[in-house]
């Protein structure tokens, strides 16, 4: 069993910057491709960036411009969140592992991200 941990979730005001971080209990990264997504309360889970096994990454539009993730080493990857918007107010999650269909076998606990003045 893959465990993923999130951390890095704050309050920050609007325009504000925050660096998300995902730990993995085993070198996984170098195996399986990442994601980020994020959830608000009674909405569903949306999708933020994912990076593939090969290096490439994808962004959604709605971050697109604002966020970069990268990979950290075999067991950590980032998440660097810029310009927020009260928007972005969410439970952030890292998915990692082989693919379900719509997502990824595994899952962090989430962390928390709430933008307001």
């Known amino acids: 069993q893959v465990q993923l941990v999130e951390s890095g979730g704050g309050l920050v005001q609007p325009g504000g910057s925050l660096r998300l971080s995902c730990a993995a209990s085993q070198s996984i990264f170098r195996r399986y491709g990442m994601g980020w997504y994020r959830q608000a309360p009674g909405k569903e889970r949306e999708w933020v960036a994912s990076f593939a096994v090969g290096g490439a990454s994808n962004y959604a539009d709605s971050v697109t411009g604002r966020f970069a993730m990268s990979r950290e080493s075999e067991n950590t990857m980032s998440l660097q969140m810029n310009n927020l918007k009260p928007e972005d107010t969410a439970v952030y999650y890292c998915?990692?592992?082989?693919?379900?269909?719509?997502?990824?076998?595994?899952w962090g606990q989430g962390t928390q991200v709430t933008v307001s003045s």
């Open positions: 998915n990692v592992g082989p693919s379900t269909g719509s997502y990824r076998k595994y």
